[in-house]
């Protein structure tokens, strides 16, 4: 496939890790920050190919990880009302809340519904205008513009019956936290599809405040080799910088189109992540003119205080304090068929990542 | 979630496009983009191309790569 395969090539793989092997006196850390990169490094095998003292560890960029026990609490509440059909991505279906998941309530009558876009969400809206229509938006700055995108469509069709419940978050104040919390990392792997969105402004601070490096990132496995050498490169010349290592995809201002779209519907809020707690402004919220497509604002229901699962420790895993492994209930009760917490239920957490690529490392 | 593939345009008609994800047709909403044309690739994420990919920045890694390669031999 093109735009894939070639940066899957093993001549390409053998001779970037050969420029890495160059660097294996050197003992440094990098936060791999995007789930959609956790999932890539474990996939690829990419641990393998890096000397002993170069370590990477994942970061809070798996949206369904960070997304908290009360959101989900939050969907299962509405899932429970008369005549409303909840659309979601995939993931956030097994995402254990304080007492059940969207999957568990569905299975007792629930409607509720796996989409591929938020536009899905708005088709079924037309087509059952006597019920509502949720759509659970969650997601980075990647994702966050094709809600937006839809939230103007439903402006303009206004089918009366179609809402969002939103838990999109945006990137910048979490590594921040991260660099001002003083987790040991050496540099961060950036996240590439944010940055198409955002383009490589946003990092800016983080060389200059926290002398931390930042090189974005591409998914293929040569795209991430690449990133760790020019990674390596600014810790061994001490100059850690911005630098992009995926300019076939982001460009220096990222998509400003998309990105004025995310702002025109959206406006920041504090939010909470799981793992980071309360995060300033780090939370989309639609802003007041779209409040009668706002889900939380418009369906009143009760809600009662949310439980994070016991002995789970995925707030530390997402924060890269610890490892999977660290875990008592790692591969022992939890595991992708009866995840526990949401590091092992998506795709992209480094729980699950961990137990079907790593053997358990 | 952040999972994005290389899609190419194969016909533009209004705010959505017909994509190809190797040979599977997709409708991909392009309201996110200022220009795109039939036979550009994108990338193609939550039923929307966020981005038209550089064909010529995806030559210029490649040919670093190449480059590494060849002073890596010698």
């Known amino acids: 496939m093109k735009y894939i395969s070639e940066y899957r090539d093993r001549i ?12 294996r006196d050197m003992e440094v850390t990098f936060m791999e920050v995007c789930g959609t990169h956790t999932a890539a490094i474990s996939r690829f095998g990419i641990k393998t190919l890096l000397p002993a003292g170069i370590r990477l560890i994942s970061g809070p960029g798996c949206p369904v990880c960070v997304t908290p026990v009360g959101f989900i609490d939050h969907a299962v509440g509405l899932a429970r009302q008369q005549q409303t059909i909840i659309t979601t991505f995939g993931d956030l279906l097994r995402v254990p809340g304080s007492t059940t998941s969207l999957e568990k309530v569905r299975a007792e009558g629930a409607d509720v519904r796996m989409v591929y876009s938020v536009m899905e969400a708005l088709e079924l809206a037309h087509r059952y205008p006597d019920r509502q229509v949720i759509f659970l938006a969650i997601g980075f700055e990647t994702t966050a513009p094709a809600t937006a995108a839809g939230i103007l469509c439903a402006t303009q069709e206004k089918p009366g019956n179609f809402f969002i419940l939103s838990a999109h978050k945006v990137m910048p104040p979490a590594l921040e936290m991260l660099a001002t919390e003083g987790v040991s990392i050496d540099g961060y792997l950036c996240p590439g599809h944010v940055s198409v969105i955002t383009g490589e402004e946003i990092y800016r601070t983080i ?30 010349e001490g100059n850690p910088r911005v630098e992009n290592a995926y300019k076939r995809a982001v460009k220096p201002q990222g998509n400003p189109r998309a990105l004025a779209m995310m702002n025109r519907v ?18 989309l919220e639609l802003r007041e003119e779209f409040a009668s497509l706002d889900a939380a604002r418009m369906i009143g229901i009760d809600l009662e205080p949310s439980r994070e699962p016991r002995g789970c420790i995925c707030g530390d895993i997402l924060k890269g304090i610890s490892k999977p492994a660290d875990c008592n209930l790692f591969s022992k009760v939890c595991c992708p068929e009866n995840p526990v917490g949401a590091c092992m239920v998506s795709s992209e957490g480094s729980c699950q990542a961990a137990y079907r690529y790593e053997q358990y490392g | 979630m952040c999972l994005s593939i290389p899609a190419q345009v194969i016909s533009v008609q209004d705010d959505t496009a017909q994509v190809s994800v190797s040979g599977t047709i997709y409708t991909a909403g392009i309201q996110l983009l200022e220009e795109v044309r039939e036979g550009d690739y994108v990338l193609l994420h939550a039923g929307f191309a966020i981005q038209v990919i550089d064909p010529g920045e995806a030559e210029e890694t490649l040919r670093l790569f190449k480059e590494m390669n060849q002073s890596g031999e010698g």
């Open chain 1, 12 to 23: 390409w793989m053998n001779t970037l890790a050969g420029q890495i092997a160059s660097c």
């Open chain 1, 207 to 236: 060389p200059e405040k926290y002398g931390l490096g930042c090189v974005i990132a591409g998914f293929e496995p040569a795209d991430i080799l690449l990133a760790i050498l020019m990674l390596l490169r600014q810790v061994s």
């Open chain 1, 266 to 283: 959206f406006e920041p809020v504090d939010t909470t992540w799981r793992g980071l707690g309360m995060v300033k402004n780090s939370g």
